[in-house]
């Protein structure tokens, strides 16, 4: 076991959620994913890929699954011609100085009310909570596209939340998720890959939880709930699989590198009727 992995990912598990989300928001020492640090540039991704698969965000209804309490994202979907941005959280609350920030070249979606910045309700909605839950409520108008960066690979129950998102999604819709296979102390890919359960979820695991989900598992889980999928592999680590192979326990590996050294995959997907009613 290396000790400069081991140490602060000992660190990192017993660290308060509210310390390493304030350190997250910052910058400081964990690194904020795409969405957080450079929202104009992921909504231009977001935009791109889809327009690559056929599917124009014009003037769509668009749900960002875990937004991470920044409206930036929203903004520039709207700016790109998205038609409304519904964001899902599920603890995390809006971050006000970085909200505050985004006034005033976007004050058509966002206002100052009682001293918050706070969306316009005709262009961002919000939903707080568990999506499995907020997906039953009655009500709820679904979305034309369903998205997300880095998220995935964060959840506990990636089959029933995907559920819940395709409940949320309308016949015909589409979604695009890009999903970060690495161990997220990213000098060591795939580090975590050597431990056996008890002892990555009792002492290693972020708080920011790892499910440690290989890339098999998700192309099944997407597979089997949609008509269509396109599953791209834009990155993938030989080098550091070789190199560690001989000490990743059996159920994370297939025996072939080319999937066994796979880090990060975008899944573009779509149904023609809800597979989950």
Known sequence: MKTAYFLPRLVRHFLPEKVTR????????????????????????YQRDLKEAGVD????????????????LACHLLKLGARHITLCEYA????????????????NYLFRDFGKTVPRNEWITILQGDIRKIALEPGIKKADIVCSTSVFEHLDDPDGILDALIKLTGDGGTHIHYIDLRDHFFKYPFEMLTFS???????????????????????TLFRERFDKVNLLVFEHNEAAWVEIQN????EF???NTQVDAVTQIRVISSKETNKTE
């Open 22 to 45: 304030a350190l997250l928001l910052r910058g400081l020492f964990i690194r904020p994913g795409l969405e957080t640090r450079a929202p104009e540039e992921a909504a231009a991704r």
């Open 57 to 72: 965000i014009s003037g769509k209804h668009i749900l960002v699954f875990g937004y991470g309490g920044r409206f930036g």
């Open 92 to 107: 995390v609350k809006p971050d006000e100085q970085a909200n505050a920030n985004l006034l005033p070249e976007f004050e």
């Open 197 to 219: 359960a008890s002892t990555w979820k009792n002492w290693l695991n972020p708080t920011s939880n790892l499910n440690r989900w290989r890339f098999p598992k998700y192309e």
């Open 247 to 250: 000490r990743v326990l059996p």
């Open 253 to 255: 590996k297939t025996g």
